[in-house]
């Protein structure tokens, strides 16, 4: 695949990309304000999606949620950033929930190549302090999504950031830059699973296998790459 290969930009891809998925005020018969949904999700439209995906719990139960919500076809994509966890097994779990277009991509040479290094160069520090390891890696993802949705007839991609951070931004807008007019489906702020909790419940009741890890759960997460990684969580957020 060719990379950051662009499409032609939309004069209306600003407009669009502000009224998606967002809430938007207009008058009623009474004069006064009502609140209205300018993107509901419609479920017929969508055909394929690629999924960002790493076989963990969010993604597993999106995976399942985006088969039977959109009742279409999920093609799955998993980056191999250099974040020393096996991603082999992210086929096996793909597999065993019918999914029959898989991607496992090495990325580790074009990430630091066309991201890392060039960050170092210009010195790119958010706030003056701190270092952009994450949130870099998040654009060459998102033109993955892009190239394989082209690859593969698909509609829509879809992503498992959370509907209050920063992550989906970023993917949203790499995708939107490199195909305006590309469906991007966030499951976080379209379903009702608001909790770990929920999230087992649903794998439960849909026989998806989640691994449990014996004691305590750990207060915080984490998230790796071939540069750096960083941890989040409880009292590291005060």
């Not at 898989?102 to 302090?129: G, H, K, Q, T």
């Not at 379209?190 to 999230?199: A, F, N, Q, T, V």
Request: charged share 25%; net charge negative; glycine share 6%.
């Amino acid at each position: 695949r060719a990379p950051w290969k662009r499409t032609e930009p939309r004069s209306d891809s600003l407009e669009v990309l502000l009224t998606r998925n967002v809430r938007a005020t207009e008058p009623n018969v009474s004069g006064q304000p009502r609140e209205t949904t300018n993107a509901e999700p419609v479920m017929s439209e969508v055909n394929k999606v690629v999924l960002a995906y790493s076989g963990g719990l969010d993604t597993s139960i999106i995976l399942k949620w985006l088969q039977d919500t959109y009742q279409c076809e999920v093609v799955t994509f998993t980056a191999d950033l250099g974040q020393g966890e096996e991603v082999e097994p992210a086929r096996a779990k793909a597999q065993k929930m019918g999914v029959k277009e898989i991607y496992i991509d090495d990325l580790r040479e074009e990430f630091v190549r066309d991201f890392v290094f060039p960050m170092f160069r210009s010195n790119a520090i958010y706030e003056c302090e701190y270092l952009l390891g994450t949130s870099i890696a998040r654009p060459l993802i998102a033109n993955s999504l892009v190239e394989i949705a082209d690859e593969t007839g698909a509609d829509a991609v879809s992503h498992g950031a959370t509907g209050k951070g920063n992550d989906q931004v970023r993917f949203e807008l790499g995708a939107y830059a490199l195909k305006p007019d590309v469906k991007v489906i966030a499951p976080w702020r379209e379903w009702d699973l608001g909790s770990r909790e929920s999230l087992l419940n649903y794998a439960a009741n849909n026989g998806i296998a989640i691994e449990r890890k014996k004691g305590n759960a750990s207060p915080y997460s984490t998230d790796a790459n071939l540069l750096h990684i960083s941890f989040e969580g409880n009292e590291l957020e005060d």
